[in-house]
């Protein structure tokens, strides 16, 4: 287990940081295998942190796919800010707020994938509904949203949203990791 100071630091001042260590090398191997790299890629990620999964998704996707990564805590913010590549925009926000971040970006793009780490189980089910809500409809069709959750009380919330959930657990995470890759139009 890799325990970061900066996510201590961050998690005593903000319990919606919700972990004091990344997400494993394991997990993170795990949870990018189901993305496509071979594709230029629109990519929107919830709650990057220190960056356990958005530096490693930057070395394997293609040159002309982007990332937009939404972070609300202000010293993560600050921390992944360091990262230099022009195909990460990082905002300093929260979910609830992606239409309104969307407007202010100018972007009424689709995602091909939504990758989320934020932790579901601390939010009240409407603000959780909503964030799903807002996640399915800024999906393109055939797009997946990958949450990684240590707790199983998303699932049901996801199957209402979702045609397709794939679910795996991954115990090399403490804690272990659930993973969801969810679709709602699957190809098959
Ligand atoms: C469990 S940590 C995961 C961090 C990182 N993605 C990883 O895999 O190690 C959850 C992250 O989501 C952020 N977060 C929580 N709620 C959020 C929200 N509503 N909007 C944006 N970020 C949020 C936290 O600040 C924290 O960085």
């Known amino acids: 287990m890799r325990i970061s100071p900066l996510l201590i630091k961050s998690s005593i001042q903000d319990s919606k940081v919700a972990t004091i260590s990344p997400t494993s090398k394991?997990?993170?191997?795990?949870?990018?295998?189901?993305?496509?790299p071979t594709k230029?890629?629109?990519?929107?990620?919830?709650?990057?942190?220190?960056?356990?999964?958005?530096?490693?998704?930057?070395?394997?996707?293609?040159?002309?796919s982007k990332i937009l990564a939404i972070e609300r805590n202000q010293r993560l913010y600050?921390?992944?800010?360091?990262?230099?590549?022009?195909?990460?925009?990082?905002?300093?926000g929260d979910v609830l707020n992606l239409p309104?971040?969307?407007?202010?970006?100018?972007?009424?793009?689709?995602?091909?994938?939504?990758?989320?780490?934020?932790?579901?189980?601390?939010?009240p089910e409407a603000k959780a509904e909503k964030i799903l809500e807002q996640t399915e409809k800024s999906l393109t069709r055939e797009g997946k949203f990958i949450a990684y959750q240590f707790s199983p009380k998303l699932k049901s919330l996801l199957s209402t949203k979702f045609s397709s959930i794939q679910e795996s657990?991954?115990?090399?995470?403490?804690?272990?990791?659930?993973?969801?890759?969810?679709?709602?139009?699957p190809k098959n």
């Open 40 to 64: 230029d890629l629109n990519i929107l990620e919830y709650g990057p942190g220190t960056g356990a999964l958005t530096i490693p998704l930057l070395k394997k996707i293609s040159p002309e």
């Open 26 to 36: 394991t997990a993170t191997k795990k949870i990018i295998n189901t993305i496509d």
């Open 169 to 185: 657990k991954t115990l090399l995470n403490i804690p272990p990791l659930r993973i969801y890759v969810c679709q709602k139009n």
């Open 100 to 123: 309104q971040i969307l407007r202010g970006l100018n972007l009424r793009e689709e995602f091909n994938i939504i990758l989320s780490g934020i932790p579901f189980s601390f939010l």
């Open 78 to 92: 600050n921390h992944l800010s360091n990262v230099e590549d022009g195909r990460l925009k990082l905002i300093k």
